[in-house]
């Protein structure tokens, strides 16, 4: 094991250790495509063929090609997610198209939150939200277990406290 390796990973100090998101996220995202397909899908062919005739009812075939389409992106975005902690800082990395990166140094950090609304909690999910002095800096890592969250921010609060006594 190498000397200065962030948690004992055997990785150079200077470089972070990424932390994917569960698949728990994804499944929820899916099944919140599938949901919104079928009530697309029923809507589209029902108005279409009782206000337009049965030729036009085709257009409910519309929303589950979307769908289709969704659902590969969906999954890309997911794999775009991640987070490291470092020494000073937390890196916060997603987006496929145009990729975003977040650095949200402990000693500016003012309150770290741990949500989970009524389908995160039914999924087993947790959203962790970081806010600092600067409202456009805000941060926020969707899609962690419970446990993983509530570790996350008592380590960022401890962390954050520490920081900002020097400031």
Do not use: K
């Not at 079928?38 to 036009?56: D, I, Q, S």
């Amino acid at each position: 094991m190498e000397t200065g390796s962030p948690e004992g990973t055997g990785a150079p100090a200077d470089r972070p250790v990424w932390r994917a998101l569960g698949p728990g996220l994804l499944r929820v995202r899916r099944l919140l495509l599938v949901v919104w397909t079928a009530v697309l899908t029923l809507v589209a062919g029902l108005l279409a063929g009782l206000l337009a005739g049965p030729a036009w009812a085709v257009w409910a075939l519309l929303p589950p090609a979307c769908a289709a389409w969704c659902w590969w992106l969906l999954e890309r975005n997911w794999r775009s997610w991640r987070y490291a902690e470092r020494a000073d800082d937390l890196l916060i990395s997603r987006g496929v198209l145009w990729r975003e990166e977040t650095v949200v140094p402990y000693g500016r950090m003012q309150l770290v939150e741990v949500t989970s609304g009524p389908l995160e909690r039914r999924f087993g999910l947790a959203t962790v939200q970081l806010h600092t002095a600067a409202a456009a800096t805000d941060a926020t890592i969707p899609g962690l277990d419970p446990a993983e969250a509530e570790r996350l921010r008592d380590r960022l609060t401890e962390l954050g406290e520490a920081r900002s006594a020097g400031l």
